[in-house]
């Protein structure tokens, strides 16, 4: 991502990556827990167990199924605003794109 950051032009597009990034990573985080997890799914609306291969703590979380769904709509809506990053820099690219070749400036496949 710090390549592509590279390419963004305003502070508050960087901004939004960062945080797109680290919203990324806390959903990683849970995926770790769940994937690697220990459940009980009849108690307590699913209650995970997991403990970290890192610090060795023990994790027990009651109510996970709301929690996913939950998780699960932060995880599209996350997906929504790096498309939306995405798209908005791609475009700005072949619109300089386009002007270089007006220009006869040539391009990448010049």
């Known amino acids: 991502m710090t390549v ?30 769940v994937v690697h997890g220990y459940w009980e799914p009849y108690f307590s609306a699913g209650t995970l167990h997991h ?10 979380v009651a109510e996970m199924a709301p929690h996913l769904e939950k998780q699960a709509d932060a995880a599209d809506e996350l997906v929504q605003r790096l498309q939306h990053i995405f798209l908005r820099t791609w475009t700005i690219m072949e619109e300089v794109e386009s002007e270089r070749q007006e220009d006869g400036q040539g391009g990448v496949d010049s």
């Open 51 to 60: 403990v970290s291969r890192r610090t060795l703590k023990k994790d027990v």
């Open 4 to 33: 592509f950051n590279e390419t963004l032009e305003r502070d508050e597009e960087k901004q939004k990556l960062k945080k797109c990034i680290s919203d990324a990573r806390q959903l990683n985080d849970l995926r770790v827990k």
